[in-house]
């Protein structure tokens, strides 16, 4: 299994990027997906979650400003990010609960990290 983020960036202060992250490889089934985000010296903290029902969980820093969404279809999730501010600059991590066959329970897996710089 393989996830991919891609969308990331350099932005203003202000400003959107959506990232998106789509899962690979073998999925029986793929449960809640999220986005994390790290900034240098902290540590890893929640975004947004979305369940396979779509419903949300937000951080409340990000409340209002971030939408998160997902594609079943194409085992993809998206993160909106309007109002952009500085102290959103981290690299932001893809999040996925999956099960990859029936007979095994589900395990916890992460993306690479996509860089997002909220910066004038």
């Known amino acids: 299994v393989q996830l991919v983020e891609s969308g990331g960036g350099l932005v203003q202060p202000g400003g959107s990027l959506r990232l998106s992250c789509t899962a690979s490889?073998?999925?029986?089934?793929?449960?809640?997906m999220g986005w994390y985000r790290q900034a240098p010296g902290k540590q890893r903290d929640l975004v947004a979650q979305?369940?396979?029902?779509?419903?949300?969980n937000y951080a409340d820093s990000v409340k209002g400003r971030f939408t998160i969404s997902r594609d079943n279809a194409k085992n993809t999730v998206y993160l909106q990010m309007n109002s952009l501010k500085p102290e959103d600059t981290a690299v932001y991590y893809c999040?996925?609960?999956?099960?990859?066959?029936?007979?095994?329970?589900?395990?916890?897996?992460w993306g690479r990290g996509t860089q997002v710089t909220v910066s004038s």
């Open positions: 979305i369940s396979t029902e779509g419903s949300t």
């Open positions: 490889g073998s999925i029986y089934r793929l449960n809640t």
């Open positions: 999040n996925a609960e999956i099960r990859q066959y029936f007979y095994i329970p589900q395990e916890n897996y």
